[in-house]
């Protein structure tokens, strides 16, 4: 990888950063429904073939924060629909982000174990 491509990584995402927060700022939208716009954004980028070029471009600046999350879920979709018709549609979504989501569940957990985390009451 050359720099150029590190570069790219780090303005892109930094500008998704700082338009989200613009979001959070100047709106009364929360910060759960900003993920979930993010998702969709990415899921419907990924429909209309524009996320691919984009992701090439940007590189972990488009792909690690929520809208490649929501591409992941998309192209899931889109590969469960072709294998096993209308039930991919139910079905490709949670084949495709499994594998993130348990890891997060799995990492959390164990840092709250080594950081001894406790409910609050």
Not at 50 to 76: D, R
Request: net charge positive; proline share 2%; glycine share 14%.
């Amino acid at each position: 990888m050359d720099l150029t491509s590190y570069i790219n990584a780090f303005w892109v995402g930094g500008l998704i950063c700082a338009l989200v927060q613009i979001l959070l700022e100047k709106t009364k939208l929360l910060p759960g429904r900003i993920m979930v716009i993010l998702v969709c954004l990415g899921a419907v980028l990924s429909f209309l073939g524009i996320f691919e070029p984009f992701a090439e471009f940007a590189g972990a600046g488009a792909s690690v924060p929520l809208i490649g999350f929501g591409h992941v879920l998309m192209k899931g979709v889109k590969e469960a629909v072709d294998l096993h018709g209308f039930l991919g549609l139910f079905m490709g979504g949670f084949k495709a982000g499994a594998v993130g989501c348990s890891a997060a569940l799995i990492f959390a957990y164990i840092a709250s174990h080594a950081f001894g985390s406790k409910i609050k009451k």
